[in-house]
């Protein structure tokens, strides 16, 4: 198997950050995202690279109307309710003006236009499955609640990521259940090891930010898919290698040093005929869209340089589980 490239998106709107920031503060961003979606798909498009877009299901929903018909019955009780998406709503609502923030179909729908680009699910609810519940968790209520939403576009999502990449092993039989043949694990090193939204240490921090600028260990960040270990009744796990950091004027030199980071990776994935999986966050380019958009088209033509040099392919999620499914 020649290297192969797969992105995955983390499409949450304010969803992804309900609990930590003012939406109204965000709306340029978000104004951004929603602009910037058609030109990240059209780019994807013009260099035939395959892309998963893990969405938000509480997105599909067209206003907070049909939000209630499609949320779940059964809600996540956590022990600490700054976490509930649901608790949120109820205390500062989902109002028309807002919509913007919140409901995005069209925007959705238009992933699905595009060859190569595979709508799969970021949870309903931007559901954080490392967090301390009263009683019972709603997990698989809420990826029910997913697929419900993902039926309104004739589909049926097969590749899950965890929000805040919360993977949790005790989750998978479930996602398995619901139909998800693919979940995104993270780089396996110990900076990124999977903990609750409070149990990051700052020493985490600091080398997970200073990673992706310098090396900050000793193995490379792609890997073979045929070491990835498929399990009976779970989907394949497919760790990350690199989180895209988005570009900042007050970081000049940064900026140039992780887009640098990005590409010798690559070049090391395709020379060594491995996986290298990139995620980000569409609303990660909303603050400066140009210039973030200047950066994607860098990595897009070293992609396609690779491809042409060392036979690379692009791939999703799911077409990277269902190769693994059938060679096993």
Not at 16 to 28: E, I, L, N, P
Not at 104 to 111: F, H, L, M, Q, Y
Not at 211 to 239: C, F
């Amino acid at each position: 198997m020649k290297g192969t490239f797969t992105i995955s998106l983390d499409y949450e709107l304010h969803w992804g950050v309900f609990d930590k920031k003012d939406r109204s503060a965000r709306s340029a961003c978000y104004h951004n995202t929603l602009k910037l979606v058609p030109r990240m798909l059209d780019t994807f498009a013009k260099n035939e690279v395959h892309v998963t877009w893990a969405v938000v299901g509480s997105m599909f929903a067209k206003d907070q109307n049909e939000w209630n018909e499609l949320k779940p019955a059964n809600q996540p009780h956590y022990t600490n309710e700054q976490y509930s998406a649901y608790k949120w709503a109820d205390k500062n609502g989902l109002a028309q003006e807002f919509n913007w923030a919140h409901f995005a179909p069209e925007s959705v729908r238009s992933i699905l236009h595009y060859p190569g680009q595979e709508l799969g699910t970021h949870t309903f609810s931007h559901y954080y499955c490392l967090e301390k519940f009263n009683g019972k968790d709603a997990f698989g209520d809420d990826l029910s609640a997913a697929k419900k939403a993902g039926l309104k576009f004739g589909i049926t999502p097969v590749s899950l990521v965890f929000p805040r990449n919360q993977f949790n092993p005790g989750n998978l039989r479930t996602c398995y259940e619901t139909g998800i043949r693919a979940v995104r694990t993270n780089p396996d090193t110990w900076f990124w090891a999977p903990v609750a939204d409070e149990g990051g240490s700052l020493m985490r921090k600091v080398f997970r930010t200073g990673d992706a600028y310098i090396p900050m260990q000793t193995k490379r960040t792609s890997y073979r898919l045929e070491s990835v270990e498929i399990t009976k009744g779970e989907p394949v796990q497919l760790p990350a290698s690199r989180f895209l950091r988005p570009w900042h004027p007050k970081y000049n030199i940064a900026n140039k040093m992780a887009l640098r980071r990005v590409i010798s990776e690559m070049q090391a994935a395709a020379k060594n005929n491995e996986c290298y999986h990139l995620w980000w966050h569409p609303e990660n380019f909303g603050d400066y869209p140009e210039q973030n958009m200047d950066n994607l088209a860098v990595i897009l033509s070293e992609y396609r340089k690779l491809k042409d040099k060392y036979g690379m392919k692009s791939l999703t999620m799911g077409e990277t589980a269902s190769f693994l499914i059938e060679k096993n």
